[in-house]
């Protein structure tokens, strides 16, 4: 008897260890402060964690329980948001969302949630211009059993800009004026070299509209004046990345930009795309992709020649490079690539629709029908990444049609420098409420001339790109074109309160933001679904 009692704890005590009741803890401590840094050739004070810029590789297993412990030396208040990961509101690090107070100057928060993902995410401050002043890190989530992800070499390449200025100086100036930074203006010689391509008569036209609309072609980017860097490195400093010829090279690329489009290419190595966001895809072969702040893309690369490649992220107003290098031993350099010339962007670019009623007599050319956004010098016969081509990796747990559509509008006023959603900033915005378990659309109707990219808190939508309903890929962020529309799926099953904005820095902050609350209801009222919870975020 006792022999049976003592088999039945050891067979108890093996169970309780091997349970999800008893994962393993991965914690971490961070430290938030304000201290010197020189990357420039100029010493300024920035917000540094632990010391740096960017912030530390946070590392764990899928089903650890996270603890990571935030400390405070700034005289301000401060935050971070775990960006993509499905975890309690009250951990997902907004300030006033779910009751969270933020950190207060000298006190320690700790978070603590379970990891249910895997994949390749970031963290990033959620106060003021922070995120801008340096507080972004990268998060890396391995799979509990064998990565179907295989590969030799294993980088975080995070993307970042840079600058000398401090973000509350940068919101001043654009507020005092929109175009404070725009310094690559159209000048008098352009002029006349497009009157010398298209005819005089065609110049001036164009000319005038754009007058006419006080607006200009060569508005890409809000701020300007960055250093772009690589893991904190600029160009000149090379991050390196070793490998072997014949290795295949994982690359997690994250966008941590406040402002910053980047069009990356491996000039002389194909990349095959493995995931988006975090979220494994079907691979698909591509020469470059554009993605937009707070976007992520794994990419597998095999180099098979014993020589150094040169990682070049552009920025799509071409005012630089992010340069990093894949070599066989430190201190090698690739080629530097030329840049390519700067898009101008066209009437496709404007809310065609709402101009045509404002201005019923508007002549449009078929060639002012081209996006001039979507122009990324990809040399012919190469491939450039489209959201069409991102196909889920396995099957869609939700694949429900929509109950009910949302609309998102996303407007500004350029002469205060205020951003909308629906013609309302922020602070004047009732929440969008979602009830617990229901399937909608979100269509987003961009009448700017600039790309936003949106991001929700807390849960992901599906991307209604053409592919069938079990393959539509997840994302947290969508890049919704100038002038364009775009669709997506969202389940919403997680409750709590979750922000809802554009990722672009200084837009959210003028006002392109709102809350989204799902509220949990009795089960009586939750629709009908085949496993809402996992719908829209399962993790391969």
């Known amino acids: 008897m006792r022999l049976h009692y003592l088999w039945m704890v050891a067979l108890l005590t093996v169970g309780a260890f091997t349970s999800p009741a008893f994962a393993k803890t991965t914690e971490y401590n961070l430290t938030i402060d304000r201290t010197p840094v020189n990357i420039t050739g100029h010493e300024v004070t920035k917000v540094t964690v632990n010391g740096g810029i960017p912030a530390p590789t946070l590392r764990f297993t899928e089903g650890d329980d996270a603890v990571i412990h935030v400390t405070n030396k700034m005289d301000e208040m401060t935050s971070i948001h775990w960006h993509g990961l499905i975890i309690p509101g009250e951990m997902d690090g907004v300030p006033s969302f779910n009751k969270f107070p933020g950190i207060m100057p000298g006190e320690t928060f700790t978070y603590r949630f379970p990891i249910k993902q895997t994949g390749t995410y970031w963290y990033h401050a959620h106060s003021m211009g922070q995120e801008q002043d340096g507080l972004f890190g990268s998060l890396i989530f391995s799979p509990k059993g064998k990565d179907m992800i295989q590969a030799d070499r294993d980088y975080v390449v995070v993307l970042s800009d840079f600058t000398d200025e401090n973000s509350d100086d940068i919101m001043a100036h654009l507020k005092m004026s929109s175009d404070y930074y725009s310094t690559a203006r159209r000048t008098l010689g352009d002029f006349f070299h497009d009157a010398k391509t298209d005819g005089l008569g065609k110049a001036w036209k164009t000319a005038r509209e754009w007058g006419d609309m006080r607006m200009a072609q060569t508005d890409l980017a809000d701020v300007t004046g960055y250093t772009f860097l690589v893991n904190g490195k600029s160009s000149a400093q090379n991050w390196t990345g070793l490998f072997k010829p014949g290795e295949r090279v994982r690359l997690r690329f994250i966008n941590a930009s406040a402002m910053s489009f980047f069009d990356v290419r491996i000039p002389g190595l194909k990349m095959s795309v493995v995931q988006s966001d975090g979220q494994a895809v079907e691979p698909v072969k591509v020469d470059e992709f554009r993605f937009a702040p707070a976007e992520t893309y794994d990419m597998i690369v095999t180099p098979k020649d014993d020589k150094a490649y040169t990682i070049a992220a552009e920025p799509i107003d071409r005012t630089g490079f992010a340069i990093g290098t894949l070599a066989t031993s430190e201190g090698q350099h690739g080629e530097m690539p030329q840049q390519r010339p700067r898009a101008l962007l066209s009437m496709a670019d404007m809310d065609m629709e709402q101009m045509m009623k404002d201005d019923p007599d508007m002549e449009m050319t078929p060639a002012d029908m081209i996006s001039g956004w979507a122009k990324t010098g990809t040399p012919e016969g190469q491939k450039a990444l489209s959201y069409a081509d991102l196909r889920y990796a396995g099957v869609q747990k939700d694949q429900r049609p929509p109950e009910r559509t949302i ?39 961009n009448h700017t001339m600039m790309a936003h990219p949106m991001h929700l808190h807390g849960m992901f939508v599906q991307l209604e790109n053409g592919q069938p309903a079990a393959k539509l890929p997840n994302k947290h962020t969508v890049i919704v074109p100038p002038g364009g529309s775009y669709s997506v799926l969202l389940t919403a099953d997680a409750a709590g309160e979750w922000a809802f904005h554009c990722h672009l820095l200084y837009h959210m902050m003028s006002g392109m933001m709102r809350k989204v609350v799902v509220a949990k209801l009795d089960p009586a009222d939750v629709p009908n679904a085949t496993t809402p919870a996992e719908g829209g975020h399962h993790a391969h």
């Open 407 to 445: 609309e998102v509008n996303l407007d500004g006023n350029m002469e205060r420098y205020i951003w909308t959603i629906n013609d309302k900033k922020f602070s004047e915005a009732e929440p969008i409420r979602l009830k617990y378990g229901e399937r909608v659309r979100l269509k987003f109707t």
